[in-house]
């Protein structure tokens, strides 16, 4: 009856000994899986803040590309007003010149 009970208690050991590896190789294996989400989840947060980054620099280019686009009308509003402004003064003055010559040649 001893050595029955002495090899129950070997059984008994080899087997508690089988559980804590295969809990360790389990254990092993979640805090492999566990790490392997943990470096996806930061490069899908990297690539998440890589294009949000470059959707802020094509906003900004775009807001960029408007704010030119209004100085040019702006700058052809401008000029129009100047080519405008020039003709009227050489119409004056070549009436001024005219009527100078008129008075001249009487």
């Known amino acids: 009856m001893e050595t029955e009970a002495l090899t129950n208690l070997l059984n008994v050991e080899k087997k508690a000994e089988q ?3 295969n809990a360790a ?3 092993e294996f979640i805090v492999e899986k ?3 989400g943990a470096e996806d989840l930061l490069r899908r947060e ?3 803040l890589k294009e949000l980054q470059k959707q802020e620099m094509e906003a900004a280019a775009e807001a960029a590309r408007k704010e030119a686009e209004e100085m040019r ?3 052809r509003a401008d000029l129009d ?3 405008k402004s020039a003709e009227k003064r050489t119409q004056q003055a070549v009436s001024l010149l005219l009527g100078k ?3 001249a040649a009487q």
Request: charged share 50%.
């Open 73 to 75: 009308k702006g700058c």
């Open 101 to 103: 010559l008129d008075r």
């Open 46 to 48: 990297g690539e998440g």
């Open 81 to 83: 007003k100047l080519r």
């Open 19 to 21: 559980i804590r590896q």
């Open 25 to 27: 190789r389990e254990a």
């Open 34 to 36: 566990a790490r392997k």
